[in-house]
């Protein structure tokens, strides 16, 4: 059996288990799997995403209500009943009609508002 045979017999995987060539086939398959990321781009990257699209992350405080955070640049609001106005605005297409029962802005190091924490009872 000369090399183009050998080569023939491990494509077709003609050996028996146990044998010195069944052991040297699933080596190459081994090397394989475990080299081949490092040395071939595969272009496997999963595809970047916005983690929060509307800008609004939901939570459950566990007692029927429920904390949005909302980007405080989705909000221009100078006083409390316009701020109120505008979240009331953007929560209820995401949980029906509600109402506010507090909110609290967090800011940064610098005293500007990052977002606005918004508690809320969904009205049934």
Request: glycine share 8%.
């Amino acid at each position: 059996m000369g090399v183009f045979g050998t080569i023939r017999s491990y494509v077709l995987w003609q050996h028996e288990r146990g044998t010195l060539h069944y052991d040297i086939m699933v080596t190459l398959i081994l090397i394989f799997i475990f080299l081949s990321p490092r040395v071939i781009n595969f272009n496997d990257k999963p595809a970047a995403s916005e983690p929060h699209r509307t800008g609004v992350v939901v939570s459950s405080d566990g007692s029927g209500e429920l904390a949005y955070e909302i980007d405080a640049s989705r909000i221009n609001g100078a006083d409390d009943t316009a701020i109120r106005n505008q979240l009331l605005a953007i929560i209820e297409p995401i949980s029906g009609t509600a109402s506010i029962v507090k909110y609290e802005k967090i800011s940064d190091a610098g005293g500007k508002t990052q977002e606005y924490r918004v508690w809320v009872k969904r009205n049934q």
